[in-house]
Nanobody, 126 residues
Framework: QVQLVESGGGLVQAGGSLRLSCTLS????????MGWFRQAPGKERGFVTT????????YYADSVKGRFTISRDSAKNTVYLHVNGLNPVDTLVYYC???????????????????WGQGTQVTVSA
C-alpha cells in the first residue's frame, strides 16, 4: 500500500538544525511532487516547501527562504527538509505530502496532494 513515513523531528535549541526525512512507499505514479507543510494547534496547515521528484525544481514559502532547504533522492522516493537557524516560532508539527500532476499555480495548496505523512513534531527551545 502507499504510505508516507516521516522521521527526524525532535527537541533542539534555538539556532540549531534538524534534518527531516520522508519516504513514499510503493508509488503508483512516475511524475510527482513531494513537499512539506506545518501546523500549529487550532491553525490551518501551512505550506513550507515542495519539489518535483522528476525535475528537481523547488519552491519555498517566504518565511523559510534562506533557512530551510529541500532535497530529494528520487531513486529512494525520499525527500529531506534541512531546517537551519531554528527559533521558537518554528515549533510546529511538520507533515510530508506527495501528489501527482500537481498544478504549478496551486503547488502551495494542500488540496493538490494525495498522500500525507503522520506528522513529526519539531520543538525549539529558547
Amino acid at each position: 500500500q502507499v504510505q508516507l513515513v516521516e522521521s527526524g523531528g525532535g527537541l533542539v535549541q534555538a539556532g540549531g538544525s534538524l534534518r527531516l526525512s520522508c519516504t513514499l512507499s510503493r508509488p503508483t505514479f512516475s511524475n510527482y511532487a513531494m513537499g512539506w507543510f506545518r501546523q500549529a494547534p487550532g491553525k490551518e496547515r501551512g505550506f513550507v516547501t515542495t519539489i518535483s521528484m522528476s525535475f528537481g525544481s523547488a519552491y519555498y514559502a517566504d518565511s523559510v527562504k534562506g533557512r530551510f532547504t529541500i532535497s530529494r533522492d528520487s531513486a529512494k522516493n525520499t525527500v529531506y527538509l534541512h531546517v537551519n537557524g531554528l527559533n521558537p516560532v518554528d515549533t510546529l508539527v511538520y507533515y510530508c505530502a506527495a501528489g501527482d500532476l500537481v498544478t504549478p499555480s496551486a503547488l502551495s495548496s494542500g488540496d493538490e496532494y494525495d498522500y500525507w505523512g503522520q506528522g513529526t513534531q519539531v520543538t525549539v527551545s529558547a
